[in-house]
């Protein structure tokens, strides 16, 4: 065995493929909170399976490495979601072995510290602060003026963020950004200025302090909750701005202390530059990865599995983005929202949809038998399509006409001149 890998938290089907690219010579151990144990993919293939309590200290967690450890020596540390990143890097500096340092996870985690570090390094001097309840953010607001975003201090999948334009629309504000969301930890409540542009991702893969960008995403979102909508890879941007792009992001990465892996990164392009929105070590969601793959030629969940095995990788990135035989036509994904409130019975169409032309795959998010309701959070969609073009207009033309094509039947409870059980079709 040449590898003992401990991994912390989830990571969908990266725990498995570790193993599998591994083969005989790689021993897996997964660390999570039992009730991730239902979502573990095939856990008879690691050696070991170890759950704690979600409400369990660092310290056990630490404790339960540090037991098979003393045993068989681990010999990398793992984490590839946003939960328990946290956990993953105190372990890891227990153990003594490589990973993001529990200073970066909180920096990108904690929205709040994040704004702080790169202002005090010089890199983006957004005003930001974290209020306890509507008057401080109303203070906030007669201090710094509006527009302001204002959301939970710590989160994903746009859960609780909203745009305030004027005072009277700040209760509201604190409210939804103060709900209790059960995917995301009670961290408090952040108002920061709201930038002015149009929003981008930055995929990165880092090695040894060196970043490669290996692109640049464009965002459509909601105007009201910010829920993404859609994106085309690669955006569509001057050499200048493509420039200013990668300097900003390499810098913020470099400030944050992020030295090797994944990462995804949002920012607005504003008159005055680029400005984050936030920043995660990991994959991209959204299906971005397959995008950028399909753009670049760059597998990046296979470049997490090897980088996580010890191999180098980003000479093979670069390689691979200079090849002149990668088809590079621009990608886009458009997401359905269907326009009506209920339980969903069926969604009629991906199958055409996915033979249109330039399409690459429609599928499926939500099942018969899940609720539709507010456009609130990136759960609310129902359904994507994926779509190539001749450029990025024509990309997302294409994925947008066809996710117009699709049917959903969807039954809605029994109201005033309705029957009770009607369907609807949106």
């Not at 005989?24 to 239902?38: G, Y």
């Not at 993001?100 to 985690?109: G, L, R």
């Not at 793959?293 to 980088?307: A, E, K």
């Not at 093979?316 to 590079?328: G, K």
Request: aromatic letters at 6%; proline letters at 5%; a negative charge.
């Amino acid at each position: 065995m040449t590898e003992n890998v401990l991994i912390v938290g989830g990571g969908r089907e990266i725990p498995g493929l570790i193993r599998e690219a591994g083969g005989p010579d790689v021993a897996t151990t997964i660390l999570c909170r039992m009730d991730f144990l239902p979502k573990i993919r095939k856990p008879g293939q690691h050696d070991r399976v170890l759950a704690v309590r979600r409400e369990a200290p660092d310290e056990e967690w630490i404790s339960l490495a540090e037991a098979v450890h003393a045993r068989h020596p681990f010999t990398r540390v793992g984490t590839f979601g946003e939960r328990d990143q946290d956990r993953a890097a105190a372990v890891a500096e227990a153990l003594g072995l490589p990973c993001h340092t529990p200073q970066t996870i909180a920096y990108v985690h904690d929205k709040h510290a994040m704004r702080r570090r790169l202002a005090e390094i010089g890199v983006d001097d957004t005003p930001v602060a974290r209020v306890a309840d509507a008057a401080e953010l109303r203070s906030f607001l007669a201090e710094h003026g509006t527009p302001c975003v204002v959301k939970p201090a710590q989160g994903a999948a746009s859960f609780g963020v909203s745009v305030v334009r004027s005072v009277e629309e700040a209760d509201a504000a604190f409210a939804r950004a103060s709900r209790d969301f059960a995917v995301i930890p009670d961290a408090g409540v952040l108002v920061e200025r709201f930038h002015e542009g149009p929003q981008f991702s930055v995929e990165a893969f880092s090695e040894d302090g060196e970043h490669e960008i290996l692109a640049v995403t464009r965002k459509f979102s909601d105007p009201v909750g910010f829920v993404e909508l859609g994106h085309v890879v690669p955006a569509e941007l001057s050499p200048e701005q493509t420039a200013s792009v990668h300097d900003f992001v390499c810098r913020l990465l470099d400030g944050l202390g992020i030295g090797y892996g994944v990462t995804h990164t949002e920012v607005v392009l504003t008159a005055a530059g680029p400005r984050v929105i936030e920043t995660h070590v990991r994959l991209a969601g959204d299906e971005i990865p397959y995008l950028v793959q399909d753009v670049t030629g760059v597998d990046l969940v296979d470049c997490v599995v090897r980088q996580t095995l010890g191999q180098s990788v980003l000479a093979d990135i670069r390689r691979t983005l200079a090849d002149p035989t990668v088809d590079r036509r621009p990608e886009a994904i458009w997401f359905a929202v269907p326009q009506a409130r209920g339980t969903l019975t069926a969604i009629n169409g991906l199958a055409d949809a996915a033979g249109l032309p330039g399409v690459v795959t429609a599928e499926a998010l939500l099942d018969a038998g899940d609720v539709l309701g507010d456009l609130d959070s990136s759960e609310s969609r129902a359904a994507f399509v994926r779509a190539r073009g001749a450029n990025a207009a024509e990309a997302v033309a294409r994925a947008q006409e066809a996710v117009a094509g699709l049917d959903f039947v969807v039954q809605v409870s029994g109201g005033a001149g309705a029957r009770s059980g009607a369907e609807a079709w949106v």
